[in-house]
């Protein structure tokens, strides 16, 4: 059975969205942007996007993350994004995302 794109289920106030693809890329992205405008409602207070198995991120999927980005501060909420690969965290870093998104290397991070 194939994996879905995205995943996304609640726990304890707040919602994670797995992203299931090696690449968050142009192919990926537009639909990254819908699903966070499916997500993100205003009584939403706290999202995280689990990019573990996203191995590489264009400047779309950085893009398609802003939007959930604007979307949770609108809303007054917060948004998490779990990292752990190397090279996709040092984009962030270059790009100086790191100081806009909260940075973890695993989800169990948050608790």
């Known amino acids: 059975m194939k994996k879905k794109t995205f995943e996304a289920e609640s726990h304890r106030g707040y919602t994670v969205l797995r992203v299931n693809v090696d690449r968050l890329d142009t192919q990926v992205s ?31 999927g ?5 939007v959930a980005e604007r979307l949770m501060r609108e809303a007054n909420g917060e948004i998490h994004v779990i990292v752990p690969n190397p090279d996709v965290r040092n984009l962030f870093r270059i790009t100086q995302l790191e100081n806009v998104f909260s940075l ?3 989800i169990e991070e948050l608790h």
């Open 30 to 60: 537009p639909q990254l942007k819908a699903e966070f405008l499916v997500i993100c409602k205003p009584t939403l207070k706290k999202l995280v996007v689990d990019l573990s198995s996203v191995k590489s991120c264009d400047s779309s």
């Open 62 to 66: 950085l893009s398609a993350l802003l």
């Open 104 to 106: 973890h290397a695993t």
